[in-house]
């Protein structure tokens, strides 16, 4: 199979696992408060998962080196439909009263493993298999072609939840559980796709050079991913630095806060919805996704309508991004209409939407060629670890006060902008 074959068919893969992955998460605030389960509970869920992701993610990366990049990736979608298919059986006990509300979730906690482990293996395979058969001049345009799958899912996923809400099989309700059997469904279809029209791989992995995937960035409703890994899989990956190292620690604080302040405001947007707007849970799963995909078409249209047409530098897209999402993110929190909630959000993530590509490419521009690897591994960690407490601390400061996630969020930022202008130095 040519790589004018294989490209779609990877493109289907990082799309099918971030449509899968945000569509469940657009659901699950209407489901965690049909059962009555905290909503701490629903974004300690994504957080484990998040976790999972990170740690795994590198040791995936690392096997396909020996076992094939085809492995890997049907290793990945099979977690991938394996979790959701789990996910939507312990849900769906749950909504018939099988099992009671905490346990159903706790269970779909255990499900939700499976994929941080197990999901992980996917997008290194798939970005390495790319890198490895287009030139240095075809690489890094295709690759960050296959990254705007994650994107594109960020908005089909949500998108497309809302019509996958099922009714009775027989005596039993499936409902809100809808979702996760479907996009299991998808999994599965992509997975038998991939195993006959992707050709085994094994006997070329040792003559790839420079072809390593990267900690793919955790797909998530935060938005498109980093970019980090266009980095990692086009540059050389000889000199290591750590997070400390002067040349890039500005980068690495910006980007860990900047990284928070959206995963915290994403989490908690399904809770706001639904709270603000007065409706019932089985009834917010509309609004909510139409405020996500609002998000996430801002996002895209920063990075690949507006960022391309202008010649800004990466601290001033970090700038720019900041001042946008502090204004956002707190008009966010003050909103009381779902035309208000879903034009402020969207805002917010168009000032994200500037501030990752800038943040990967200010911490890419600090260093020499040879530490590229390293500080594309450090740019996707900080990224990735921005979910695994985020969510949680969103949606705990939104129990305790319903804007109050979107107002830290928004003087974070804010306080950034000081930080930033005095920390980040423009690079030659």
């Given at each position: 199979?040519?790589m ?12 099918t ?12 605030p209407a489901?965690g408060?049909?059962l ?7 974004a ?8 999972l992701w990170v740690?795994a993610?590198p040791?995936w990366?690392?096997?396909?080196d020996r076992?094939?990049r085809r492995a890997m ?7 991938f ?7 939507g059986?312990?849900l769906?006990?749950?909504i ?6 905490t346990?159903a979730f706790?269970?779909f906690?255990?499900g ?9 293996a996917?997008?290194p395979?798939?970005?390495a298999?790319v ?10 345009k295709?690759l960050t ?7 594109l ?6 998108a ?17 559980a809808?979702p996760?059997f479907?996009f299991?469904?998808?999994g599965?279809?992509?997975w038998?796709?991939?195993r ?16 390593h ?7 998530s409703?935060?938005?498109a ?8 899989a086009?540059?050389s ?6 997070y ?7 980068w690495?604080?910006?980007g860990?806060?900047m ?9 908690a947007?399904?809770?706001l919805v639904?709270d ?19 998000g ?7 990075q690949w309508?507006?960022?391309p ?9 970090v700038l720019?991004?900041?001042a946008?999402?502090?204004?956002g ?27 990752r590509?800038?943040?990967?490419a ?6 020499g060629a ?7 591994g ?6 990735g670890a921005s979910?695994?407490l ?18 830290t969020a928004g ?7 000081a930080y930033c ?6 690079q030659?």
């Open positions: 199979m040519t004018r074959g294989t490209f779609p068919l990877m493109f289907l893969v990082m799309l696992i971030a449509a899968g992955n945000t569509g469940l998460q657009s659901v699950l489901l408060r049909s009555g389960v905290a909503d701490s509970a629903v300690a869920a994504f957080s484990v998962s998040a976790l740690i993610a040791f990366a690392n096997r396909s076992h094939g990736i049907l290793l990945g979608i099979g977690g439909a394996v979790s959701l298919l789990l996910c059986l312990f769906m006990a749950g018939n009263g099988w099992i009671g509300g346990a706790a269970a906690i255990g939700r493993l499976i994929y941080g482990l197990f999901g992980a996917a997008p395979a798939v970005q298999l890198a490895g058969e287009t030139t240095r001049e075809e690489r890094t295709a072609l296959l990254a705007s799958a994650f994107g899912g960020t908005i089909l996923g949500p497309i939840a809302p019509l996958l809400i099922l009714g009775h099989f027989g005596e039993t309700e499936i409902g809100l809808g996760a479907v299991a469904l998808f599965v279809g992509v038998i796709t991939v006959r029209m992707l050709a085994d791989d094994r006997a070329r992995i040792p003559g790839i050079d420079d072809t995937g990267s900690s793919s960035a955790y797909p409703i935060g938005g991913p980093s970019g980090a890994t266009v980095i990692s086009t540059q990956h000889s000199e290591r630095i750590g400390g190292d002067r040349r890039i620690r500005g690495m604080i910006a860990l806060v990284g928070h302040a959206q995963a915290m405001t994403g989490q947007i399904g809770f639904i603000r707007l007065n409706v019932a849970p089985a009834e917010a799963l509309q609004p909510t996704s139409l405020v996500l995909m609002m996430a078409g801002a996002a895209l249209l920063a309508g507006v960022i047409r202008l010649s800004l530098t990466p601290r001033q897209l720019i991004g900041l946008i999402a502090a204004l993110t707190a008009l966010t929190g003050l909103a009381t209409s779902l035309y208000g909630i879903a034009t402020a959000y969207a805002l917010a993530s168009l000032g994200f939407g500037f501030t590509p800038g943040f990967t200010g911490a890419s521009l600090a260093v040879e530490a590229q690897g390293s500080v594309a450090k740019v996707t960690s900080v990224n979910f695994v985020g969510p949680s601390i969103g949606v705990g400061l939104y129990e305790a006060q319903h804007a109050l996630p979107y107002l003087a974070a930022c804010a306080v950034m902008i202008w005095v920390a980040l130095k423009e030659p």
